[in-house]
């Protein structure tokens, strides 16, 4: 039993990108059972930028699966950004989870944008102020959020899918002093407390490409500017034998863009 999938993030689309990763997209149907989105997928949030996302990522004959990212947040326009994203066939992710049946078997794949907090010894307390109180509560609502979604899907291989990132491991190359805006522990004990067979995630342009959360869960950053191609392809099986796949050449993306 095999499974693959597609996945990049923070491909950040506006008009001028559109049509920079469609011809590598269309290279997926046949060759990957889904392609994932770790958010970011565009500038500011516009429902405009939005409909660029939907002209590149959709009707690409395999299925796709997305969430958010903090700038598909920014201009306050989610549900637009949602419901053009949706009408273009895109699941979006939060807090909830699919179950694709697959020839190799049923992917379950959980979703949340997650948020920052910060990592072991280097984290935010809910302590002190009640503005801190809520920014603690925002980390640990999104990832109860990822881990009653992740324990709810009845699947044979289970992925979890956010923008924040779940480890420090894959912010290496990113400065120490932001690591707690780019993720927190909690996504990783969410990811920990379920059968996770691989965590992808974005976000840490300036990050790296691989890490492992406490309980031994492959992870990995797929924002576009680490891995520098459309997509990075990665094959699950039956002993959780995970392996990147390639490096699928991607027709005409050869340099990170944020
Ligand atoms: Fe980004
Ligand atoms: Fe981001």
Redesign the pocket.
């Known amino acids: 039993m095999v499974i693959r999938i597609a996945a990049v993030?923070?491909v950040?689309l506006d008009e001028d990108v559109v049509g920079r990763f469609r011809p590598a997209l269309e290279q997926l149907p046949g060759s990957v059972d889904a392609l994932l989105l770790a958010?970011?997928l565009t500038r500011h949030g516009t429902e405009a930028e939005a409909r660029c996302v939907a002209q590149e990522f959709g009707g690409l004959g395999v299925p796709v699966i997305a969430v958010l990212?903090?700038?598909d947040h920014q201009c306050d326009q989610v549900p637009q950004v949602v419901g053009t994203l949706e009408e273009a066939g895109i699941t979006v992710l939060e807090g909830d989870g699919v179950v694709l049946d697959c020839p190799g078997g049923r992917l379950g794949v959980a979703g949340v944008k997650g948020f920052g907090g910060g990592f072991a010894g280097r984290c935010a307390s809910d302590f002190g102020e009640p503005e801190m109180k809520a920014f603690v509560r925002t980390t640990t609502e999104s990832a109860d959020r990822l881990s009653e979604a992740l324990r709810s899907l009845d699947c044979d291989v289970l992925v979890a899918l956010t923008?924040y990132a779940p480890v420090p491991d894959t912010l290496a190359g990113e400065p120490l002093e932001i690591y707690p805006f780019l993720g927190c522990y909690q996504l990783g004990q969410a990811v920990d407390a379920a059968p996770t067979a691989l965590a992808l995630h974005?976000?840490a342009?300036h990050g790296s490409e691989r890490g492992t959360t406490p309980g031994g869960v492959r992870v990995r950053n797929v924002?576009?500017?680490v891995i520098k191609q459309a997509y990075s392809v990665f094959q699950l099986g039956d002993h959780l034998d995970q392996s990147e796949v390639s490096g699928v050449a991607a027709g005409g993306i050869q340099q990170p863009w944020?």
């Open positions: 993030g923070d950040h958010g970011d990212g903090n700038h923008h974005g976000h342009h924002a576009h500017p944020s």
